[in-house]
């Protein structure tokens, strides 16, 4: 390697980027499985500890490549179990992960971008603007983090059993690095996640999604958040560019030709705003013919926020509107309040460097 060349960096390169990374220095493809296994399934960092490889390989590895994951700046606790870690990126920004550990799973957000460019005006990461997107070894860091922290044993029983990409950023204006870090979840010599267990979320990136089915067969979840376009114009600004019937044509044809895969459509619960019985009967009647299930989210405050979180009783009753007319309904559970690490909370430390909305307009085409 010439004098102040960077390393490669191999903890975000998925199956055939590792094998071509070995056939370009004159090694068998084969060293790519041996690594993967290293890297994803044993949590190493170094590669001494890589022992079915030879030590002249592992010195030639040293001199042209590195495992650098973020790096944790700090970890919090709930009362309720939720942990959520602050994680340096580049940049002189940081990001935020949450994992969620329920009975049946273990769920685990990650972001995929430094703040983000949307602009919705119920979501705290929103108000801290945009830096640039999270590369590949940065999104399946978080992962690789986490089972470090977790205390994974990788012949034992699985910690993390679910991804969201939920956690700061949209997903799908990032597209190469999530698609290429969603392929390391589901690889079977990483980390095995079936691809009901990895869950890709979007505001409604409609050239975004259609791209992604030819090469990603993850589940797909949606913030919806409104029934009509007048409404959702104005709570997630990306409708204005990709109306309601051109995402939901997306999203039926994403699942089409597999009979049980559903679309999750979230929809945060806004008192006043979101929440009325005709707004419920309307987004039934929007739904209909689209295979999917609705997580009802209570909306989770942040300071200066302009909304309140519907009643219980409001939301239990949009929801019993929505289940009497065949739609399958979830009210989610607020986890990790008292830390900051319910949905539309995280926030991170972001170096705003762009104008929001023109970087949504460019990125989203």
């Not at 993967?36 to 390989?57: C, E, P």
């Not at 559903?262 to 979101?274: A, G, H």
């Not at 739904?287 to 309140?308: A, C, D, H, M, T």
Request: net charge positive; glycine share 8%; charged share 25%.
């Amino acid at each position: 390697m010439s004098m102040g060349q960077e390393k490669l960096n191999l903890l975000g390169l998925a199956r055939q980027e590792l094998e071509d990374f070995f056939v370009s220095i004159g090694e068998k493809p084969f060293r790519a499985s041996q690594v993967l296994k290293w890297i994803h399934q044993f949590g190493v960092a170094g590669f001494d500890a890589m022992t079915n490889i030879s030590k002249v390989l592992r010195m030639r590895l040293q001199e042209l490549a590195e495992i650098r994951a973020p790096r944790i700046l700090l970890q919090q606790h709930s009362r309720d179990g939720t942990r959520k870690w602050l994680l340096q990126v580049d940049g002189g920004n940081s990001v935020e992960m949450v994992f969620i550990p329920e009975k049946e799973r273990g769920t685990l957000c990650v972001s995929s971008q430094v703040g983000c460019a949307l602009d919705c005006t119920f979501c705290s990461t929103a108000r801290q603007g945009f830096n640039r997107n999270l590369g590949a070894p940065e999104i399946i860091g978080q992962l690789w983090l986490a089972n470090q922290a977790l205390g994974r044993d990788p012949r034992g029983e699985r910690i993390i059993s679910n991804v969201v990409l939920m956690g700061m950023g949209e997903p799908l204006l990032n597209f190469d690095n999530v698609v290429a870090a969603m392929d390391l979840m589901m690889d079977d010599l990483a980390y095995g996640l079936s691809k009901r267990r990895v869950t890709i979320s979007t505001a409604g990136v409609v050239p975004a999604l259609k791209r992604l089915k030819p090469v990603c067969e993850a589940s797909l979840a949606v913030s919806l958040h409104a029934p009509d376009d007048a409404l959702r114009d104005k709570l997630v600004p990306l409708n204005r560019k990709y109306p309601i019937a051109l995402l939901l044509d997306a999203c039926c044809e994403y699942i089409a030709g597999e009979s049980k895969r559903v679309v999750t459509f979230e929809y945060v619960m806004l008192k006043n705003i979101n929440d009325s019985a005709e707004q419920a009967r309307k987004l039934a009647r929007l739904l209909g013919n689209v295979p999917s299930k609705v997580n009802l989210i209570p909306f989770n405050p942040f300071p200066e926020s302009r909304y309140q979180c519907s009643s219980q009783e409001e939301i239990e009753h949009f929801a019993s509107i929505l289940q009497e007319r065949g739609i399958v309904t979830i009210t989610r559970r607020t986890r990790g309040g008292d830390i900051d690490a319910a949905c539309g909370q995280l926030v991170g430390r972001v170096q705003d460097r762009t104008r929001r909305s023109s970087i949504a307009i460019k990125e989203a085409c």
